[in-house]
Nanobody
Framework: QVQLVESGGGLVQAGGSLRLSCAAS????????VGWFRQGPGKEREFVAA????????YYADSVRGRFTISRDITKNMVYLQMNSLKPEDTAVYYC?????????????????WGQGTQVTVSS
């Protein structure tokens, strides 16, 4: 089964940018739809973005559309989340997850495999 490890989180000022990385091992990212989720303080984990197994389709939550971009590099077996124009409300632990069945899953329960998360803090 695939293992996922996130990296790239940190502290950034509002308006700044970060790029999160999700490294896959034990499986190829092209076998899975991969999503990014986040969980802010006192909040439930919520969907952020997803990329399909084919890599040709993406989908975003309304709150990040136009600011965040999900992409992948098959040669490196990596999935990325480029986050621009960050806001304090983007502060959360960010997780990547993989689903071998669906095209663009957006629910937590759709995903079989999860990483451990990386903290993103946006200061005002």
């Amino acid at each position: 089964q695939v293992q996922l490890v996130e990296s790239g989180g940190g502290l950034v000022q509002a308006g700044g940018s970060l790029r999160l990385s999700c490294a896959a091992s034990g499986g190829t990212v092209s076998w899975y739809s991969v999503g990014w989720f986040r969980q802010g303080p006192g909040k439930e984990r919520e969907f952020v973005a997803a990329i399909s197994r084919s890599g040709t389709s993406t989908y975003y939550a309304d709150s990040v559309r136009g600011r965040f971009t999900i992409s992948r590099d098959i040669t490196k077996n990596m999935v990325y989340l480029q986050m621009n124009s960050l806001k304090p409300e983007d502060t959360a632990v960010y997780y990547c997850a993989a689903d071998p069945r669906r095209t663009l899953p957006i629910r937590n329960e759709d995903y079989d495999y999860w990483g451990q998360g990386t903290q993103v803090t946006v200061s005002s």
